[in-house]
C-alpha cells in the first residue's frame, strides 16, 4: 500500500487533473480509481491507514473542488469557486464530463473513514463538515447524494462526540 500512497501523494491533486498534456477522462478515471483502492483499504485495514489520515483529507477536500466546466457564484451561493477562482455562476455544458468522478470519490474517502471508525479530532471533523457544506450547491446529483450522505454521518458524529464530551474522538 506503501506505493499506492506514493502515488496518489504525486498525482491525485489539481495540478495534476489541471494539466492538459493528459487524457482529461483518463486522469479523472486513474484518480477515481487510487481513490477507491484508499477506500477499500482503509475498510480492509483502518489500523494502518491512521498514519495518513490527515494528508489524504486534505487531499479528499481539494479534489472535491475540481469541477472545470462549472463555475460556482461566490454571492451568497455558498461556493468559494474551489482552486479555479469562480467569480460567477455560469456553467458550461459537457455531457461527457467526467470529473464528478473524482468530487464523487474524494467525498467516499471521507464517508470511509467514519465507517472505518478512524479516529478524528473535533478541529478535524470541523474542517470536514465546514468544506461540505459549502459543496452543497454541487451541480451534479451522483456527487450531492454523496456529500449530503457524508455530511449526515459528520454531523450526527460531531454532535454526539460534542454531547458526550469525549476527547475529540468519533463515537460510532
Known sequence: ???????IYQHANLDFLGDNNYDFDAKNDFID????????YTICSPKQMEVEV??????????????P?????TDNQGGDGGEYGYDDYDYYVNDDDSSWKVRRSAVKILVTFI???????????????HSLTKRLDEHSENVKVEIIACLGLYLKNFIVESSDDSEGKIIN
Do not use: H, W
Open 1 to 7: 500500500m506503501r506505493d499506492i500512497i506514493k502515488i
Open 33 to 40: 480509481c487510487l481513490l477507491n483502492l484508499v477506500e477499500t
Open 69 to 73: 466546466n462549472y463555475t460556482y457564484g
Open 54 to 67: 490527515e494528508k489524504l483529507i486534505q487531499i479528499s477536500l481539494n479534489l472535491m473542488t475540481f469541477d
Open 115 to 129: 465507517k472505518a471508525r478512524i479516529n478524528l479530532s473535533k478541529p478535524v471533523m470541523s474542517e470536514i463538515i
